[in-house]
């Protein structure tokens, strides 16, 4: 993944000097170039991205749900850990999206406006209360043909709860959805092979079209999102920490440091999962029976960094394309976002799938990924140590608030990580 992730940084630089050059001294020859050949690789590329949202959401989020074992044994360890983790990424949206609507990074703007407002007009959303109505389908399979990403939601976490309550029963099934699952990562990493090109092809497209603004923007949007990241990581988690948890942060920090590099290295939860396990128990006390539960989790539905990406992203393309997000709107972006945490699979490139999701919700184009996709390698590795972190945190405030738990470990069910 390293290796990929300098090709991307290098489809990057590549793309806004070839965007740049072709800008400024063949601005007649960009036109043809773009219509040819850098739109059709970015729309392929952007095509095979939505064509695993669906089956991403569906397949992950029944093993997110059944994971977590007999319902009736969960009790309040299991209670308080998704609550911490739901909680806190709801935390994480609403700074992002505050943030971003304070810093209007998307401002500036990348296209012309008029042109916008004449190719796309954003859908009336619906009300609060319809929205929550319409997250129960009526037909499960017309709302995966559809792409309503709520209702198929709903309906992954009911089969999933019924898996997880019929157990041995149904393992045959699980099991099945554990291939499925395998064969969906896989195809995803396949995709994040072609991201360079992609990259490359999206960012030429869009620097050349619009010139030094292109950089502009995205500069500031990667600004904001690592505020947001830091925000995060130093308020949210350092109040646990302090507060509810009564240890150090600064403790904290140094004796999960190794953990959090390795995240950063990685881009990927479910890959240092190990390292942030054998972390949290070996320098910060965390004990095995908390750690097995609550971080493999957490590397399940703990999704804060990404989350915080797709708040900051999904105001700034509204802003770019100059769209207002109405309360209502953002109300709806925000519990798509926590929803989905649940089924965004801890390895790198999942978060722009989600985000493809988020943005089809509220009306805006999808094809506004590639004004972000460029950076977004570089963010997914800040984030992904920010997740892990998280799942750390709440760790340390199970361990230090439930400390009877030990004794009632052999009613508790073993964890397997799915992410």
């Known amino acids: 993944m390293q290796n990929l992730t300098k090709q991307i940084i290098i489809a990057l630089i590549l793309g806004i000097a070839v965007g740049l050059g072709m800008n400024f001294f063949l601005p007649d020859l960009f036109g043809p170039v773009d219509q040819y050949v850098l739109s059709p690789i970015g729309d392929i590329f952007l095509r095979l991205i939505q064509m695993m949202v669906v089956p991403i959401v569906f397949v992950s989020i ?26 806190s990424t709801t935390v994480a949206l609403t700074i992002a999206m505050s943030l971003a609507l304070l810093v209007k990074p998307g401002t500036p703007g ?20 319809e929205t929550l109505v319409n997250i129960v389908p009526t037909n499960p399979i017309d709302a995966m043909a559809s792409g309503e990403m709520l209702q198929i939601i709903f309906f992954s976490i009911f089969i999933g709860f019924a898996l997880a309550v019929l157990s041995k029963k149904t393992d045959k099934i699980y099991h099945l959805f554990e291939q499925a699952f395998d064969l969906v990562m896989y195809l995803i990493k396949i995709i994040m092979y072609m991201a360079p090109l992609g990259a490359f092809a999206l960012i030429a497209s869009a620097v050349g079209g619009v010139g030094l603004e292109a950089i502009q923007s995205m500069f500031a949007y990667f600004l904001v999102v690592l505020a947001a990241l830091l925000i995060h990581a130093v308020i949210t988690y350092g109040s646990v920490i ?21 995240a950063f290295g990685t881009a990927s939860s479910s890959a240092t999962l ?14 095995e029976s908390v750690s097995g539960f609550v ?10 960094g990404t989350a915080i990406m797709q708040g900051v992203a999904t105001v700034f393309i509204a802003q770019v394309y100059a769209q207002s997000l109405s309360l209502t709107e953002m109300l709806t972006v925000v519990l798509i976002a926590v929803l989905a945490s649940i089924g965004t699979a801890g390895v790198p490139g999942v978060g722009l799938i989600m985000l493809a999701m988020v943005l089809d919700q509220v009306g805006l184009p999808v094809e506004a990924i590639g004004l972000i996709l460029g950076v977004d390698r570089l963010l997914d590795m800040a984030r992904t140590a920010v997740n892990i972190t998280g799942d750390a945190a709440c760790a340390l405030y199970i361990n230090e608030t439930e400390p009877d738990l030990d004794e009632e470990e052999d009613d508790k069910p073993s964890l397997n990580s799915n992410a």
């Open 62 to 87: 029944v093993l997110g749900t059944a994971g977590l074992g007999d319902p009736k044994k969960l009790g309040r360890i299991g209670g308080k850990t998704i609550g911490f983790f739901l909680l």
């Open 295 to 304: 971080q493999p989790v957490g590397a399940t539905i703990n999704m804060d």
């Open 274 to 287: 190990p390292v942030s396990m054998t972390t949290a128990q070996k320098r910060l006390g965390v004990r």
């Open 242 to 262: 302090k507060f509810m948890a009564k240890k150090s942060p600064v403790w904290f920090i140094k004796n999960f440091a190794q953990a959090i590099s390795v």
């Open 110 to 129: 990348l296209l012309d406006s008029v042109e916008i407002e004449e190719e796309y007009q954003a859908e009336e959303t619906p009300s609060v209360v």
